[in-house]
């Protein structure tokens, strides 16, 4: 069974950073995509960013040109560069992988807390 486990949430202040990592029990090989959702409290989880195994990256409106996601090859990780976070930013982050074939992103992490408050 495919694990994805995620790393670097915490407690922050609003114009911070933060960075996530997120790291397969096999390779990010094994997905042809990759992506990072949020949920906050009392709402439904939704997608941040994804990235493909080409590289090409999507981005929701909210957080874009202040987060970045990313591949890492050698380290066998995906990452979610976060910067200029904001109170609305809090929420658990959740990893997930979508394999070839799946129409949706089919493998998940346990998610990380990211809180961003003063």
């Known amino acids: 069974q495919e694990d994805l486990v995620e790393s670097g949430g915490g407690l922050v202040q609003p114009g911070g950073s933060l960075r996530l990592s997120c790291k397969p029990s096999?390779?990010?090989?094994?997905?042809?995509?990759m992506a990072w959702y949020r949920q906050a409290p009392g709402q439904q989880r939704e997608l941040v960013a994804s990235?493909?195994?080409?590289?090409?990256?999507n981005y929701a409106d909210s957080v874009k040109g202040r987060f970045t996601i990313s591949r890492d090859n050698a380290k066998n990780t995906v990452d979610l560069q976060m910067n200029d976070l904001k109170p609305e930013d809090t929420g658990v982050y959740y990893c997930?992988?979508?394999?070839?074939?799946?129409?949706?992103?089919?493998?998940w992490g346990q998610g990380t807390q990211v809180t961003v408050s003063s």
């Open positions: 997930a992988g979508r394999r070839a074939g799946s129409g949706d992103f089919d493998t």
């Open positions: 096999t390779t990010i090989f094994a997905f042809v995509a």
């Open positions: 990235i493909t195994k080409t590289g090409t990256t």
